[in-house]
């Protein structure tokens, strides 16, 4: 089946600039996670989602950072008023249950690459 | 928080040799432990998992093991072939959130 998408996969903006990142994950699934994966380093968790809820919002590194998943879908990390140091690659991950030995595998999107100029 | 810590950076070795790749961890509740393989500009994809009532996992070439005592948990990857080089990232996960190791560079040389 298909599985986690993202979109755009590359986004180039200017520095002041307002984006938005698409993550539509697999079909079913409860958990979704929102990661921030600077060049050579691992992924660094932002925000978490089950269903709807966001019930995590700690690694959010400001308050320029707003992710929202209003029907328990698809998912949408905002960034407000870019800055250079925003530049990394967010990833998206999803999976059909938080936790527990069925269906806790995290299963990533591609990414969306982010330059700020 | 937890803190990951992951071992060599980078690692280069001949075709057919083990590579090991070692991870310490901070947290005594963390329970779940994913190891991630990610191709240049590709996605990070799951290749084997370990959870704590376990000390040792197999799948085909790939082993992980675990010691809850030390903190420790370790990639074994035998037989080593060029496309098996990539950067690899362990994980470690309590209630749900993972949090990633810096990953480690594996270069197999043919």
């Known amino acids: 089946g298909a599985g986690v998408s993202q979109s755009p996969r590359y986004k180039v903006a200017k520095r002041g600039q307002d984006v938005a990142l698409r993550c539509d994950p697999i079909?079913?699934?409860?958990?979704l996670f929102w990661y921030q994966q600077a060049l050579g380093q691992g992924p660094e968790f932002l925000t978490y989602f089950q269903n709807e809820a966001q019930l995590d919002k700690s690694g959010l590194p400001s308050d320029r950072f707003f992710a929202e998943r209003p029907e328990g879908s698809v998912s949408t990390l905002k960034i407000q008023r870019t800055q250079q140091e925003d530049s990394a690659v967010y990833l998206c991950a999803s999976s059909l249950v938080t936790s527990g030995p069925r269906g806790e595998t995290q299963y990533f999107g591609p990414g969306t690459r982010l330059l700020v100029l | 928080g937890e803190n990951v810590e992951q071992h060599p950076s980078t690692l280069s070795v001949q075709e057919g040799d083990s590579a090991v790749i070692k991870c310490t961890y901070s947290?005594?509740?963390?329970?779940?432990f994913p190891w991630y393989k990610q191709e240049l500009g590709k996605r990070p994809q799951l290749i084997i998992d370990?959870?704590?009532?376990?000390g040792e996992k197999k799948d085909q070439r790939i082993a992980v093991t675990l010691n809850k005592t030390a903190k420790h948990f370790s990639l074994h990857i035998t037989e080593t072939q060029p496309e098996d080089s990539a950067v690899y990232f362990c994980a470690a996960r309590g209630s749900y959130i993972p949090t990633f190791g810096r990953g480690t560079s594996l270069i197999v040389h043919p």
């Open positions: 947290d005594s509740a963390s329970n779940y």
């Open positions: 079909s079913g699934h409860v958990s």
């Open positions: 370990i959870r704590s009532n376990v």
